[in-house]
Every structure is written in C-alpha cells, then in structure tokens.
C-alpha cells in the first residue's frame, strides 16, 4: 500500500460492507412495530457516508486487525451516530427538515417514533457490539463501557446539551471548542478506539489512535462549520445557513473562515503525527484525514 492508494474507492467498498452488516443486524420492517422499524431503517440508510465506521475499521487495520471482525463494532458506532442525528433534527433541537438529501425522520413518521426510533437504534448498538467476537486483550465490558462512555453525558450527549443551551449566547473559543470536542470528536475517538481494540492493540497504539480520533474529530466540525456558510444546501444534503440562523458560535464566525480552515489543517497535521507508530498500517488513517480535511459537502 503506498501514497496512491484510492481512499474513494476503499470508502465504497466500506460502505456496502457496513450496509450489509447492519442490514443484517437491524430489525426488518416486516416484524412488529412495522412503523418503528421502518422509520430506524429509514434513517440508517439514507446514505451516510459511514466516515466513522470507516475510521474505526481503518483503526482496526492500523492495528493489523481484520475488517470482517471489527465490522459489529462499527455498525454499533453508526447505530449511536444515526440516533443523535435524528434527534438532533427534531423541534425541540435544531429543527431541521432535511438531512441526507432527503426529508428528515419526523417529517416522514412524526417527532414520537422518530425519538422512539432514535432510542431503538441507540439500544441496538449495545446489542450489535455484543455480537462481536472478543480477543485476549479487551472484553465486552470494556467496550460496553467505550460505548456508553463516548456516547453519555460527559461526551457526546454532554455536548449536544451545551451546544443547544449557548444558541443565541456569545461564548468563549475554549466554550466552542468544549463542544465541539464532545459533541463531534468524541464519536470519532471512540471509533479510533474501538478500531484498536478489535485488533489487540497496545496501550500506546490505543494512546496513538485516541489522539489521531481527537484532532480529526475537532477539523471536522470546523470544515462542516466552514461549509455551513460556503455552500448551498443542495451540495450539503441539509439545510445550509442554519448555524447563523439559529444564531449558533462557530469557529467562522469566531475567528472567521480563513483562520478556521489554516485551524483544521494544523489538527490535521498534528493527527498525522500520531500515526508515526503505525508506520506503512497508517496510510488508510492518514488518507481518511486528508479527504476530511479537502471535503466539500
């Protein structure tokens, strides 16, 4: 593998892989409640790009682990990461009606089943990591505590909650970055994580891949809050300029868009410079990191 490996068609070929695991894992639309199932399947699949699946199985890789066996744990990932934006699109939070390029779950089913399908698919995950098939070094409690940690009150959810409570407020840049590290990178961490313990990893690697996670994690919510107001809503599959509608801090509007991308590619950098111990296992990582980066939708 060398600098011209084609991180497009490698994201391709992940993303059928991921689809088919959790098409398998997921309940059918044909088993009661049809209307529940149908409205989690909606969702899942409405062509995500699967970036953090692809993360943590790239981690996986970093760690010469295999695909096929760290695929429960990135459909787990998806699962959680499906759910906070379902919600996240709700009335009550950002009120958005599109996402995906197409109409958001409570336009199709209603704001109960789609926060009803949310929990489903955030239960789910706990249920699919099960499924996968533990090593010598880590156990399912130790991934069960991954996943609950990221995803809680003090990572994920914890940034959600502060982001929704600073809309129309003016914060600090150490404030945005506090919610930006929990509400986006903490996802991204733990895909990173949860791609090295598949694999056996070491406590350094583990350390390696936590910060890469981090830096990658913090440059994607700056890049997003970049295409917020650079592009149209068409290109972004959901509703551009609400950042500024709803009167949210961002880094553009902070420390504005030239500042924010130079800001991106030096944690871009950095998360390059965690990946020193992989050597040649890195490269998938480093590839992901530079499309993130160079992305326009």
Request: with cysteine; charged share 25%; aromatic share 6%.
């Amino acid at each position: 593998m060398n600098d011209n490996f084609d991180i497009a068609d490698w994201l391709e070929k992940i993303v059928e892989k991921v689809n088919r695991s959790l098409n398998f894992s997921l309940p059918s639309e044909d088993l009661k409640p049809f209307n529940l199932h149908k409205a989690m399947r909606y969702s899942i699949f409405a062509g995500g790009k699967r970036i953090r699946p692809a993360i943590l199985l790239a981690s996986a890789k970093a760690c010469g682990g295999s695909i096929d066996r760290a695929l429960p744990l990135a459909s787990a990932v998806e699962c959680i990461h499906t759910y906070s934006l379902i919600h996240d699109d709700l009335p009550a939070m950002d009120n958005d009606d599109m996402r995906r390029g197409r109409p958001t779950n409570h336009k199709i089913f209603g704001e109960g089943i789609a926060i009803l399908a949310g929990d489903a698919l955030l239960t789910e995950a706990f249920a699919i990591a099960t499924t996968w098939n533990a090593g010598k070094t880590y156990t399912h409690r130790e991934i069960i505590s991954e996943l609950s940690l990221y995803a809680g009150s003090l990572q994920m959810v914890g940034g959600q909650a502060v982001d929704l409570e600073s809309e129309g407020k003016s914060i600090s840049i150490q404030e945005l970055k506090y919610i930006h590290e929990r509400k986006t990178s903490a996802l991204l961490c733990l895909s990173t994580r949860l791609g090295g313990m598949s694999a056996d990893c070491s406590m350094e690697q583990l350390r390696a891949l936590t910060h890469f996670g981090y830096r990658v994690g913090l440059a994607f919510q700056i890049i997003d809050d970049i295409l917020d107001v650079t592009q149209t809503s068409d290109k972004l599959g959901k509703t551009a300029g609400k950042d500024i509608k709803e009167q949210k801090a961002t880094y553009p509007a902070l420390i504005g868009i030239e500042r924010s991308k130079e800001l991106a590619t030096e944690l871009t950098k950095e998360a390059f410079d965690s990946l020193e111990i992989f050597k040649e296992k890195g490269i998938i990582l480093r590839k992901l990191a530079e499309y993130l980066l160079h992305r326009d939708h």
